[in-house]
């Protein structure tokens, strides 16, 4: 038997040897490079390639046409294996095609349990290697239609060549960046952010893609918060680690790009022993501020500052409750604090720039960072809550008052004591807090919402005023939480705040007698819990952390005393994923398919080599 250089029997040959194993390459592609599985991506969102419909569609036409062409192709080997002698001298060659095609595998399959069809089927010969094409045969009839099942249309993003990109279709990006970052002033920052912070509504997302980036070797799937799609959110009760805040696209669509923001850490714990503060086991108990006044001292040489909130006079604790009073110790890192000089006020030491040391030997420090030791914000709170004031003769259905209170610290029981005549002991509660910051640029992933390479940055343009300027995460919390007795000083109400925060809000109660709300009694039912303070202090962390890179969506005023509606700009080294029906996985898996296409293709290639081009 020798090769036939007829052209219909060449033709045929090429058909079986290269058209199945093209097909099977062609769809094993399409697999790798375009079926992209949707749990690859973050967010819950779906990315792929262009081209997805096109693609599709061509997959459609070739698998259509594959079992024909292969048939074709198909014929020819057959009439080459019809050649060979041991083939040829069969009386019936149709009953050994019958081997290859479907109406023969179900008399074969008949002959098996009908009695009596198996000596009928068996009298016109059989042969391994006509059953092994009947096998590859067979095979094709099973890829081909199940690949048409392993692949379906979603919506998704893809994302163009950068290149190509002119600067008018880059993203434009709502946040701060560098060059207006100390823009704002500091009590407008720390005001907004104080409202949200005792709303106890779930932390605001980020604006436009509200997507929050986390860095390379974190899970994100075991995340608290909204970390699985968008809008992201900072958890309300948990702490979190090595994310980055960037300015987002304001369509909504994510982005890779090199960007500016600002990366942050921050948990923290319940405390019931004072030896395990850091600042707050340096406190001098010999300090008693008169009641409803503030007073701090600087410990740890000057590292660290303690600032004392009393909450036992009367006209500051009857506007939350009249039954409840309290003290608070905050303590906090704030190195090299800047104190009013005769020569004038020293360059802040709050901001994410450089820290002015002065004195003998006056130098310049960087600003601790994400790299460095964490910041500490530590805060103990003594209660007295108490049944004065909650008399059924005066109060209309006066609540029910729980006494309970858990996670003390024993030791400072009675460090403070209420102001009344019965100087009753209050205990304690405490909580402290580690936290990283700093700005710099990162790489930002769009597709898994993951940034990497961040570098800080050190040269943050400063404000033409001290009063302008983004403080640190580690200052601007603590500054938050007193902003009413920071702004006041003297006779400010705090507490209702972190009763707030955690959605304990003021409780009105109407006496006796009276329609007027003018008279209504102030009351709390029950303590905060050290559990609830861990869980507000959390919450300041958060929204600050938001309200540092986006300003709560809020507009703001620069170092010239104009307004901005919104921070905003082009980045130039942005690439926006755009918006297309792309190609994921259907029902049937592709690895299954591609063991039947790659068989096939095998099989169609020995074949045509060994008997399509053969006469």
């Not at 709303?199 to 509200?210: D, K, T, W």
């Not at 608290?224 to 958890?235: D, R």
């Not at 006041?488 to 009105?508: H, I, M, N, P, T």
């Not at 082009?570 to 068989?599: C, D, H, K, M, W």
């Amino acid at each position: 038997m020798a090769i036939a250089w007829q052209p219909g029997v060449i033709f045929r040959g090429i058909l079986i040897t290269i058209f199945p194993l093209a097909l099977t390459v062609y769809f094993l592609a399409i697999w790798r490079l375009f079926l992209v599985p949707k749990t690859d991506n973050a967010n819950n969102l779906i990315f792929g390639q262009p081209s997805g419909t096109a693609v599709y569609y061509s997959w459609f036409v070739l698998a259509s046409l594959g079992l024909t062409i292969f048939l074709h192709g198909r014929e020819g080997v057959e009439d080459g294996m019809l050649s060979r002698p041991k083939w040829a001298a069969i009386g019936n060659p149709n009953h050994l095609k019958s081997h290859t095609q479907i109406d023969g595998w179900l008399r074969a399959l008949s002959s098996m349990f009908v009695p009596g069809r198996a000596a009928a089927y068996s009298n016109g010969g059989t042969s391994v290697t006509w059953l092994l094409l009947g096998l590859v045969t067979l095979l094709g009839y099973i890829g081909l239609p199940l690949s048409g099942l392993t692949m379906e249309f979603d919506t998704g993003y893809y994302v163009g060549n950068a290149a190509q990109v002119s600067n008018d279709q880059r993203p434009r990006m709502i946040g701060f960046q560098k060059e207006n970052w100390n823009a704002r002033f500091k009590f407008d920052s720390r005001q907004q952010a104080f409202t949200s912070w005792n709303g106890a509504s779930r932390v605001s997302p980020p604006p436009g893609a509200g997507v929050i980036y986390t860095a390379t070797e974190e899970d994100r799937s075991s995340l608290a918060g909204n970390f699985a799609k968008l809008p992201n959110s900072l958890p309300n009760n948990t702490g979190v680690s090595n994310l980055f805040l960037a300015p987002q696209a304001d369509n909504s669509d994510p982005v890779d790009a090199k960007s500016w923001g600002l990366a942050l850490s921050y948990q923290c714990s319940v405390i019931t022993k004072l030896s395990d503060f850091t600042i707050l086991s340096q406190r001098n108990p010999d300090v008693e501020p008169g009641s409803g006044k503030a007073y701090g001292y600087d410990v740890l040489g000057s590292r660290a500052t303690i600032e004392v909130y009393n909450q036992t006079m009367s006209g500051t604790k009857v506007h939350f409750a009249n039954n409840l009073q309290a003290v608070a110790e905050v303590g906090y890192h704030w190195p090299y604090r800047q104190r009013k000089q005769s020569g004038g006020i020293q360059a802040p030491s709050e901001c994410y720039n450089p820290i002015n040391i002065p004195g003998p030997g006056a130098k310049t420090t960087p600003y601790p960072g994400m790299d460095d030791e964490p910041q500490i914000l530590e805060m103990i709170l003594w209660q007295n809550l108490t049944a004065s004031g909650v008399n059924p003769n005066i109060v209309q259905s006066p609540p029910s008052l729980d006494f309970t209170l858990t996670d003390t610290i024993q030791e400072l029981l009675g460090a403070y004591k209420t102001s009344d005549k019965a100087q009753v002991p209050m205990a304690a509660i405490g909580v402290r807090c580690t936290s990283n910051s700093a700005v710099g640029t990162a790489q930002l992933d769009g597709r898994r919402a993951m940034f990497n390479n961040f570098e800080r940055s050190d040269d943050t343009p400063k404000a033409a005023s001290n009063t302008q300027c983004a403080e640190r995460l580690s200052i601007g919390v603590p500054h938050l939480l007193f902003t009413t007795a920071i702004e006041k000083r003297e006779d400010a109400e705090w507490l209702s705040y972190f009763y707030g925060s955690v959605g304990k809000f003021k409780q009105l109660y109407s006496q006796i007698d009276t329609h007027f709300m003018g008279n209504a009694v102030p009351l709390q039912s029950s303590y905060l819990q050290a559990e609830e303070l861990r869980r507000s202090l959390i919450r300041a962390y958060a929204v600050y952390s938001m309200q540092l890179m986006y300003n709560a969506g809020a507009g703001y005023v620069d170092s010239n005393g104009t307004y901005h509606e919104v921070s905003e700009f082009v980045n130039e080294e942005a690439v926006r994923y755009t918006q297309a029906t792309v190609l994921v996985p259907g029902i049937v898996p592709s690895a299954v398919v591609a063991v039947f296409l790659s068989l096939w293709a095998v099989g169609s290639f020995c074949f045509g080599a060994v008997y399509g081009f053969r006469r």
